[in-house]
């Protein structure tokens, strides 16, 4: 660590007594400061399993007691260049950008410290400094926190492969007194108000500033609601749902090879069981299947059958809609490989896009029995309904909507950028999954299109209004395009991820 040239005598946060923009700039560190833990071990964790591997952050998971040594015999700035390297090193920059915007934001907006964010938000100018390279919190510091400016190491790039290299450039991990001359090129002859860190390596940068403040580590500090960022965290990738720290990762790493035999045997050995029964073998494997309204019965002999509008939230919705109902169903997809509709147990279609072609398919498909489709286009994590495209409210009739929600305690059964075919898997990885579905009434003849005379759009409308308050979610105008430009940079479609 760098060491003290003054001994320093800063107040407490508690102390700062600013309100209403009484302070015009301000200065602050990020881990520990702005965020309650101290330690970024878990979002490099975060960085090297979901731009790298599962065994990059192994590597990493590992080399853990050579950081910590590092970090408090040798040097600040030395322990976090091990981490640079080992999270970074061989990574496309392009990879680096989408986990910081996909990924972190999650994570980091669960870790913002209240007491501190409240000095910081009512400043003017704001501006954090970091040992963390600003590629990995630049997003959300300036998106989430609202930061005019981040201050952080800059990594290396190749400019052949546009590869990290693993090390940083000049002038190195911007710690001590590296923080104080970033401020003051930054600032230039104009000291900040206010400085905040919570360590003695922040003294070098907290000195120059016109008013300095220690942020402590208590017991008694919280976090912010998430209500308090500057934006919604609506969209969000990767695969582990839990913050990676040592204790965390150490468990996932130890049951991940349980993990994967038990999601296999959850998977295989329900496919050639009858649905009556899959409900009971569920429960005998760890799986929670909740359900609840009214089921309708099957179609009679030459009519059309029931047309099932759900919510999306994972691919897993109309397998278990076919397990709760207990018999045959169809369903419709978009972008799903070939081969994830050959290992479908239950008979699946391939949407084109093209809404006369689409509209034919699923007209055929409710000719021959009940139908299963999702809407909304794609899946979505929080509480949070995408907007309802309204083709299937000129389908038919007889729609019924239905709510489906999930846990996944340890992995999510979804992704963006990862493939798509293992998220069964991944959702069945988890020790005790669970899905509730809710069978809502049949919509009333005068809500429908040719009963009612409504509009398709006030059918898609009045359908997602009636799922979302039964499970307490927000209806939103988003749609599948703006989370795929958000978190993959395409716009979902399989053809376009491939020319990536």
């Known amino acids: 660590?760098?060491?003290?040239?003054?001994?320093?005598?800063?107040?407490?946060?508690?102390?700062?007594?600013?309100?209403?923009?009484?302070?015009?700039?301000?200065?602050?560190?990020?881990?520990?400061?702005?965020?309650?833990?101290?330690?970024?071990?878990?979002?490099?964790?975060?960085?090297a399993v979901e731009a790298g591997s599962l065994f990059r952050g192994l590597i990493l998971l590992l080399s853990l007691p050579m950081v910590i040594f590092s970090y408090l015999l040798v040097s600040e700035s030395l322990g976090i260049q091990i981490l640079i390297f080992i999270s970074f090193v061989g990574l496309k920059v392009r990879d680096l950008e989408l986990v910081s915007r996909?990924?972190?934001?999650?994570?980091?907006?669960?870790?913002?410290?209240?007491?501190?964010?409240?000095?910081?938000?009512?400043?003017?100018?704001?501006?954090?400094?970091?040992?963390?390279?600003?590629?990995?919190?630049?997003?959300?510091?300036?998106?989430?926190?609202?930061?005019?400016?981040?201050?952080?190491?800059?990594?290396?790039?190749s400019p052949r492969t546009k590869r990290a290299t693993g090390f940083v450039?000049?002038?190195?991990?911007?710690v001590g007194d590296l923080k104080r001359l970033a401020i003051l090129k930054e600032f230039r002859d104009e000291s900040p108000d206010l400085g905040i860190g919570d360590r003695t390596s922040d003294h070098d940068f907290m000195s120059i500033c016109k008013k300095g403040y220690m942020v402590h580590a208590t017991k008694s500090a919280t976090t912010i609601p998430k209500e308090r960022l500057k934006r919604r965290i609506i969209f969000h990738?990767?695969?582990?749902?839990?913050?990676?720290?040592?204790?965390?990762?150490?468990?996932?790493?130890?049951?991940?090879?349980?993990?994967?035999?038990?999601?296999?045997?959850?998977?295989?050995?329900n496919l050639p069981m009858?649905?009556?029964?899959?409900?009971?073998?569920?429960?005998?494997?760890?799986?929670?299947?909740?359900?609840?309204?009214?089921?309708?019965?099957?179609?009679?002999?030459?009519?059309?059958?029931?047309?099932?509008?759900?919510?999306?939230?994972?691919a897993l919705d109309?397998?278990?809609?076919?397990?709760?109902?207990?018999?045959?169903i169809s369903?419709?997809?978009?972008?799903?490989?070939?081969?994830?509709?050959?290992?479908?147990?239950?008979?699946?279609?391939?949407?084109?896009?093209?809404?006369?072609?689409?509209?034919?398919?699923?007209?055929?498909?409710?000719?021959?029995?009940?139908?299963?489709?999702?809407?909304?286009?794609?899946t979505c994590r929080e509480e949070y309904l995408l907007r309802f495209s309204a083709l299937f409210a000129e389908l038919s009739d007889r729609i019924v909507p239905v709510a489906m929600n999930c846990k996944q305690g340890m992995f999510h059964g979804t992704t963006v950028r990862g493939v798509k075919f293992w998220d069964p898997y991944f959702f069945f990885m988890n020790p005790r999954p669970s899905y509730e579905v809710t069978f809502l009434d049949r919509l009333p003849e005068e809500m429908t299109v040719k009963g009612g005379g409504k509009t398709s759009f006030e059918v898609a409308n009045y359908v997602q209004k009636v799922i979302g308050d039964v499970l307490g979610f927000e209806c939103t105008e988003l749609t599948r395009k703006d989370k795929y430009l958000l978190l993959g940079g395409n716009d979902g479609k399989v053809e376009s991820i491939n020319k990536k």
């Open 1 to 47: 660590m760098s060491p003290e040239k003054k001994s320093h005598n800063f107040p407490p946060i508690t102390e700062c007594g600013g309100v209403g923009g009484e302070y015009g700039s301000i200065a602050a560190d990020l881990d520990g400061t702005l965020l309650l833990s101290r330690s970024s071990f878990p979002y490099f964790m975060l960085v």
């Open 102 to 157: 996909a990924v972190l934001p999650r994570f980091y907006a669960a870790d913002v410290r209240k007491d501190s964010f409240e000095v910081f938000d009512k400043c003017k100018r704001k501006v954090v400094v970091t040992a963390n390279p600003t590629v990995m919190v630049e997003a959300f510091v300036k998106d989430y926190l609202g930061a005019d400016k981040v201050l952080g190491t800059e990594i290396a790039v």
């Open 318 to 328: 109309p397998i278990i809609v076919a397990i709760a109902l207990r018999r045959k």
């Open 169 to 174: 450039k000049k002038p190195g991990v911007l």
């Open 274 to 314: 009858p649905r009556y029964v899959v409900r009971y073998t569920y429960e005998m494997l760890g799986i929670r299947l909740t359900i609840r309204g009214h089921r309708p019965p099957p179609p009679s002999p030459g009519t059309l059958g029931n047309l099932y509008v759900l919510n999306h939230r994972t």
């Open 331 to 378: 369903c419709v997809t978009y972008s799903v490989s070939r081969l994830s509709l050959m290992l479908s147990p239950i008979p699946a279609v391939a949407l084109t896009r093209d809404r006369a072609a689409d509209a034919a398919r699923m007209r055929k498909l409710l000719e021959k029995g009940d139908l299963v489709i999702c809407p909304e286009g794609t």
């Open 237 to 269: 990738d990767g695969r582990l749902v839990q913050r990676p720290t040592p204790l965390n990762a150490i468990i996932t790493y130890l049951w991940l090879p349980f993990g994967f035999i038990l999601s296999i045997i959850r998977v295989y050995f």
